[in-house]
């Protein structure tokens, strides 16, 4: 049977922490978009791409849609809301685990005002065991969106329900070309690829205001052919946050180093030599140049 070769752009949307970027990990099988249990993780928009004999799927992971509380806040929430443009479907993304509330209504007002048809996606089912509670969650849900053509169950996690979901997309995408070399999983280079490693793991190992306030800039990152070496700073916004990063006799940058170290050489599969510095710039995240600086935002912003 000769099949038509299906492609298009679908973008994942969502409030903080609904588990975006799990599901793209979970269906590209690699990890391009980092997770943490923190809110507003992702910064950027990232493209994984999912190519079979079916056709090209290219998967925007885009920030959670908030309100700005600060320069970064805003730039990262344009990142967010541009990325609802230009694109065949939404795939909205909604967690029954924390039920329905002020920031998913947020959501709603960008992606109503889209015009963009919308999949509506009910993640974490595996830590949402009533059936009942979950139909009543779904039904309200999907009244707050318009335009949506399908609801979806599925754990992001666990993988349950994610099958379904592709094929149903493909169903609905166009026929098309691929729009990226079939053995691409990611629009991003390796270099912004490290500096995410970098903030995943300051992410994991430290809490309160650290999380948000941190940004990673790759100094150096160079192939030396048995070695990559890359040479980062981590930038915290207090002189106060410094000693946090570094730990007691800098036990916490070098767990940090060695995790980080650890992902990469998998992911680059190449021994990696990985030098990190912590500096201080006051106020950073309210500043323009340095926010291009320390988040990668110049090329989605320009
Ligand atoms: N139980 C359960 N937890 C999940 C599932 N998917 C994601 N999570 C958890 O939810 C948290 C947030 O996941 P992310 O994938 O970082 O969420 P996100 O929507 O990309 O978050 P932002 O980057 O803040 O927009 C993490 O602690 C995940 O482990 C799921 O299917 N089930």
């Known amino acids: 049977m000769s099949e038509i070769f299906k492609s298009g752009i679908v973008a994942l949307v969502g409030k903080p922490n609904v588990g975006k970027s799990s599901l793209i990990n979970r269906i590209i099988g690699e990890k391009i978009a980092i997770v943490s249990d923190k809110p507003q993780t992702t ?3 990232i493209g994984g791409i999912y190519t079979t004999e079916h056709g090209q799927i290219v998967f925007y992971d885009t920030p959670g849609i908030h309100k700005p509380l600060h320069k970064l806040g805003q730039y990262i929430l344009k990142v967010a809301t541009s990325s ?3 694109v065949d479907l939404l795939l909205v993304m909604v967690d029954p685990t924390d039920g329905l509330r002020e ?4 959501v709603a007002t960008h992606v109503n005002g889209s015009r963009v048809p919308v999949f509506l996606v009910i993640n ?3 830590a949402y065991s009533d059936g009942k509670l979950l139909h009543n969650f779904s039904e309200n849900a999907s009244r707050l969106f318009e335009n949506v053509l399908e609801r979806f169950y599925i754990s992001a996690e666990k993988g349950t329900g994610v099958d379904s979901m592709i094929e149903a997309i493909f169903k609905f995408l166009p026929s098309g070309k691929l729009l990226f070399p079939e ?3 990611t629009d991003r280079s390796s270099r912004f690829m490290a500096s995410e490693i970098v903030r995943e793991k300051v992410l994991l190992h430290t809490h309160q205001e650290i999380p948000h306030s ?4 790759v100094q150096e990152f160079k192939d030396e052919g048995e070695l990559l070496r890359i040479r980062a700073d981590i930038v915290v916004e207090r002189n106060s946050q410094k000693p946090i990063i ?3 006799g800098g036990s916490m940058i070098k767990l940090i180093g060695s995790d980080a170290r650890r992902d990469m050489e998998y992911i680059f599969d190449q021994k990696v030599f990985l030098d990190l510095f912590v500096k201080v710039r006051e106020k950073w995240r309210d500043k323009d140049s340095m926010i291009q600086e320390f988040t990668n935002l110049k090329d989605e912003l320009s």
């Open 214 to 217: 941190v940004g990673v800039s």
């Open 43 to 45: 910064r950027n928009r």
């Open 124 to 126: 974490k089912i595996d």
């Open 246 to 248: 570094l730990g007691k």
């Open 183 to 185: 053995d691409y999983i």
């Open 103 to 106: 920031s998913d209504r947020l």
């Open 84 to 86: 609802l443009l230009g």
